[in-house]
């Protein structure tokens, strides 16, 4: 199913976000290669509960607020890159790969700016 919009209502925010590519091995400075277990690898991205298990995601932006959210307040504003506490949020998919993830305004926990 393709979403045409989706708007988030009450005190939830609607972020945005796509599947992170898996990074399953890491070649060290003097080329050797281990694999992201072993190395323990910071991998970019956040692990959010999906149905079925777990998935890595890229960092998610935020796109609707309900009408009780005050972003100004949070510090936040459309379009920002956030991270949420993964245990209260629901996700759902559409059919170009993007991912949806609504949660209440107070499970952000955090802005951040990313360099490419």
């Given amino acids: 199913m393709r979403y045409e919009e989706v708007k988030a209502v009450g005190n939830y ?34 692990v959010i509960n999906v149905p079925g298990g777990k998935m890595r995601i890229k960092p998610p932006k935020i796109i609707s607020v309900g009408p009780k959210v005050n972003l100004e307040e949070m510090g936040f504003k459309i379009g920002d890159t956030v ?7 629901r996700t759902f998919a559409s059919d170009d790969k993007e991912i949806f993830i609504v949660c209440k305004d107070v499970n952000i926990q955090c802005a951040v700016k990313t360099v490419e």
């Fill in 13 to 46: 925010v609607v972020l945005s976000t796509e599947k992170a590519e898996d990074k399953t091995e890491i070649k060290t400075d003097s080329g050797i290669i281990l694999q992201a277990e072993t190395a323990k690898i910071n991998v970019a991205g956040q």
């Fill in 83 to 89: 991270y949420l506490n993964e245990y209260d949020a």
